[in-house]
C-alpha cells in the first residue's frame, strides 16, 4: 500500500523557472523524505522532514511540512535542465524499518 | 567508497528459472533493503534486514527469499521467476532510520 501520494504527476517548465510538487500522505508519520531519480538510475535522498517541523532548506530546495493537513510540499527554486527527474516523497511512520513511497512527480526542465 | 552495488545490472530469464541479485555497501549500515519498481508506481518494499542474520518480509514477499549472512551484502533470490517479476530492482542501505542510499538497479525481464 503506498501512503505517499505526489501531485502533480506530471510536471513541465522553463529552465529558471520554480517548481512545486506537493505530497499527502493518511496515517501519522515521524518524518517524511525526499528523494530524486535521474532516468534509469537509483534514487538519491534529498532531504528530510521530521514530524515536529515545519520547513526546512537545502541550496535551491525548500521543504514544507503540514501535519494537520498531512501534506509536505518541495520546492526547487531557478530549475535548470540538470533538475529533470521524478521526485518521490516516502514517509516513515510507527516502523523504524520501513519507508512508504508515493509513486513520484515526473518534472521536465526545457532550456 | 562504492556506496551500494548492484549486480548483475541487467539479466532476462525465462518463466522458472531461478537467480541471485547481489547488494553491497561498504558504508557499515545496519538496515538494507531491497524494493522493486514497476512503471507509474513508486517503490514497493520486498524484504529488509535490519543486521547480519536477520531479515523481514516488506509489502511485497511472494516468490522471493533474502539472505544477510555478512553485514555488507544482502541477496535477493527469486527460486521460480514468473513474468509478473518482470522490474526494475533496487537496493538500498542506511544507518538506522535516517536517509537510505540506493545501488544503481538491477533491471530483470523474465519471458
Known amino acids: 500500500s503506498q501512503q505517499g501520494e505526489e501531485d502533480p504527476q506530471a510536471l513541465s517548465i522553463q529552465e529558471g523557472e520554480n517548481a512545486t510538487m506537493n505530497c499527502s500522505y493518511k496515517?501519522?508519520?515521524?518524518?517524511l523524505q525526499w528523494y530524486r531519480q535521474n532516468s534509469g538510475r537509483g534514487l538519491v535522498h534529498l532531504i528530510l522532514?521530521?514530524?515536529n517541523e515545519r520547513e526546512k532548506h537545502s541550496g535551491r530546495l525548500r521543504v514544507t511540512l503540514d501535519t494537520s493537513k498531512k501534506s509536505s510540499s518541495l520546492l526547487i527554486t531557478a530549475s535548470r535542465a540538470a533538475d529533470t527527474a521524478s521526485y518521490f516523497c516516502?514517509?516513515?511512520?510507527?516502523?523504524?524499518?520501513?519507508?512508504?513511497w508515493g509513486a513520484g512527480t515526473k518534472l521536465i526542465i526545457k532550456p | 567508497n562504492a556506496g551500494v552495488t548492484q549486480t548483475p545490472k541487467f539479466r532476462v530469464l525465462k518463466t522458472g528459472q531461478s537467480m541471485t541479485l547481489l547488494c553491497a555497501q561498504d558504508?557499515?549500515?545496519?538496515?538494507m533493503y531491497w524494493y522493486r519498481q514497476d512503471p507509474g508506481m513508486g517503490l514497493r518494499l520486498i524484504h529488509y534486514?535490519?543486521?547480519?542474520?536477520?531479515?523481514a518480509k516488506g509489502e511485497v514477499p511472494d516468490g522471493y527469499n533474502v539472505s544477510r549472512l555478512k553485514k555488507q551484502n544482502f541477496l535477493l533470490g527469486l527460486e521460480s521467476a514468473a513474468p509478473s517479476q518482470t522490474s526494475v530492482y533496487f537496493c538500498?542501505?542506511?544507518?538506522?532510520?535516517?536517509?537510505?542510499?540506493f545501488g544503481p538497479g538491477t533491471r530483470l525481464t523474465v519471458t
Open positions: 558504508m557499515n549500515h545496519e538496515y
Open positions: 496515517t501519522s508519520i515521524n518524518n
Open positions: 538500498a542501505s542506511s544507518y538506522r532510520w535516517r536517509e537510505q542510499y
Open positions: 516516502a514517509t516513515e511512520g510507527d516502523s523504524n524499518y520501513q519507508l512508504i
Open positions: 522532514i521530521r514530524s
Open positions: 534486514s535490519v543486521g547480519e542474520g536477520t531479515t
